[in-house]
C-alpha cells in the first residue's frame, strides 16, 4: 500500500505564502501526482496535478498563484502557494493514482484517486 506524508499547511493572511511537500513511499514515475483540497462543508476540490504527460494542471481558481513540482529522486512533490486568499482555507491533501486508471485524466477526477495522505490544514486569514 503506497503511502503519502504531507507538511507545510498553517495559518497565513491574505497575501501571504505557503509551500505543501508530500513524499511518496513508491517510485513517483509509476503515478500521476498531485494535490486536492476539501472545505467544510464542500466536496473534494483538485487543486493542481502533474499529469500522465508531466503537464501541470491547475484549477481556475488557482491558476497563476498556486505552482506544483517535483523531485523524483527525492520521491516528493511540492505545491508553492501564493497570494493567498480566504477562500483557499480548506484540508490539503497530497494524493497519488496508479498511470491509466480514470483519475489521473483530469482534476475533476483526480480527487477520487485511492491514494492520499492525512492531510494538513491551510488557514488564510482577512
Known amino acids: 500500500q503506497v503511502q503519502l506524508v504531507e507538511s507545510g499547511g498553517g495559518s497565513v493572511q491574505s497575501g501571504g505564502s505557503l509551500k505543501l511537500s508530500c513524499t511518496i513511499s513508491?517510485?513517483?514515475?509509476?503515478?500521476?501526482l498531485g494535490w486536492f483540497r476539501q472545505a467544510p462543508g464542500k466536496g473534494r476540490e483538485g487543486v493542481a496535478m502533474?499529469?500522465?504527460?508531466?503537464?501541470?494542471r491547475y484549477a481556475e481558481s488557482v491558476k497563476d498563484r498556486f505552482t506544483i513540482s517535483t523531485d523524483n529522486p527525492a520521491r516528493s512533490h511540492f505545491l508553492q502557494m501564493n497570494d493567498l486568499k480566504p477562500e483557499d482555507t480548506a484540508m490539503y491533501y497530497c494524493?497519488?493514482?496508479?498511470?491509466?486508471?480514470?483519475?489521473?485524466?483530469?482534476?475533476?477526477?483526480?480527487?477520487?484517486?485511492?491514494?492520499r495522505g492525512q492531510g494538513t490544514q491551510v488557514t488564510v486569514s482577512s
Open positions: 494524493a497519488a493514482e496508479v498511470r491509466g486508471r480514470a483519475e489521473c485524466t483530469g482534476l475533476v477526477f483526480f480527487p477520487l484517486g485511492r491514494y
Open positions: 513508491d517510485r513517483p514515475s509509476r503515478y500521476c
Open positions: 502533474i499529469d500522465v504527460d508531466g503537464v501541470p
